[in-house]
């Protein structure tokens, strides 16, 4: 038997009256319907209550470890896909390039795009290079990771510095009331202050403003944690697994995991991801000996943050079409399983995650299930199948 994970990160939403329904709902998908008819289709809650509905949590969930035991922070997962070898005493914070407006005073500018119009890797390296050299110390290093995303590591450090808050729930929003890092934190939002000075005119910027785009003209610091040590899933499951994603999180948690994390060329985190890529190298880890891919895209959750109805309902559909088609063509009469499902919501009215429950579908070729007729939010509900606590799906998954 092989084993499939397709997680479409944030593909749940609410039902729009622009739409007719949910992107999941009216995006053409006929690869999802086709297994949903045959499938055992419900609902599971991914992240408890008093967890925030992060990437990271949701993820771990769905993997079937125990964020209350295996979650620290998100920024510790990250960077050990950046290389970083965290000492135990070390802390480390996700470190955002964000545009920010022009007023004078820091404290009233406002987060215009928390991923500097998807500022290139090429880019944010050499923004982030600079910003080590102008404020990185002995106690502060700061290290360039995918696209926006980076990470600064605190040697010796804490995380009871008060709330830091993720760029992509505040968009849009002035950053004052944001800034209520407690004395403990106080560096963090000075390094935050002094960045913008350094960043405003740095020739990186400059072109990018020439060629329409948004600058990166500050960091942002959140995500805190530590490191925690991560059972191996072959371990734990007995099954050899890899990891395809195109953000730093995930390939983290695999790294952690001791999962097969595969690079793909192209895999950018957005619309533009290189889905055929991403097929064809699950297809290449299934018949080269794993058991089991986990195939991550990041596409519905980005768009979902930045409000682009139409290109959220593309990404489900380019997933339908690229992803799950190509994997079902290639092992068409052979004994396979597929779970689909989002790690969290990311509604686009709303432009950030939300812990509600998501629909999940298991599609099993040895066996036939009385399913639904659209894989959707609405459909999975009908059904009245609900796994309450998320990180047992990956248990009855493989049972």
Not at 92 to 103: G, K, P, Q, Y
Not at 327 to 336: A, N, R, T, Y
Request: a negative charge.
């Amino acid at each position: 038997m092989k084993y499939v994970v397709l997680l479409c990160d944030g593909m749940a939403d609410l039902p729009r009256e622009d739409l007719g329904g949910t992107p999941m709902s009216v995006a053409k998908k006929p690869n999802m319907d086709k297994l949903a008819k045959k499938s055992r289709v419900g609902l599971v809650k991914t992240v408890a209550d008093n967890l925030k509905p992060g990437s990271d949590v949701a993820n771990l969930s769905v993997l079937g470890y125990d964020p209350a035991i295996y979650y620290s922070g998100r920024s510790p997962l990250e960077a050990g896909s950046i290389g970083i070898d965290m000492k135990p005493t070390d802390v480390s914070f996700r470190t955002n390039l964000v545009t920010l407006s022009d007023e004078p005073l820091y404290e009233d500018k406002t987060i215009l795009d928390y991923c500097a119009d998807d500022i290139s890797t090429a880019e944010a390296a050499e923004l982030i290079k600079f910003i080590d050299e102008k404020l990185g110390t002995d106690e502060f290093r700061f290290y360039s990771g995918v696209s926006y995303r980076h990470c600064l590591i605190w040697d010796h450090g804490t995380t009871d510095i008060g709330k830091l808050t993720p760029p992509h729930d505040i968009t849009g929003k002035p950053i004052k009331e944001y800034l209520g890092a407690n004395e403990n934190g106080r560096p963090l939002i000075e390094m935050m202050k002094k960045s913008y000075d350094l960043l405003k005119d740095h020739p990186v910027n400059k072109k990018r403003i020439e060629r329409g785009l948004r600058p990166a003209n500050s960091i942002w610091f959140w995500g805190e944690g530590v490191r925690k040590d991560l059972t191996p899933f072959a371990e734990k499951y007995g099954k050899s697994a890899a990891m395809i994603s195109a953000v730093d999180l995930l390939k983290g948690i695999g790294k952690f995991t001791e999962m097969d994390v595969i690079a793909v060329e192209g895999a950018t985190g957005y619309i533009d991801t290189n889905f055929d890529g991403k097929a064809q190298a699950a297809v290449d880890a299934l018949k080269n000996g794993h058991d089991l891919v986990y195939i991550h895209v990041e596409a519905p959750d980005e768009c979902g943050h930045r409000f682009e109805v139409s290109n959220k309902v593309r990404s489900i559909e380019l997933i339908d079409e690229k992803i799950l088609g190509k994997i079902l063509k290639e092992f068409d009469g052979e004994d396979i399983k597929i779970l689909i499902c989002p790690d969290h919501p990311t509604p686009l009215e709303l432009k950030t995650h939300t812990n509600a429950p998501v629909p999940f579908m298991i599609y099993d070729s040895t066996k036939e299930q009385s399913g639904v007729d659209c894989f959707c939010e609405k459909s999975a509900e009908a059904t009245g199948d609900f796994i309450a606590v998320g990180h047992t799906l990956m248990s009855e998954f493989l049972a």
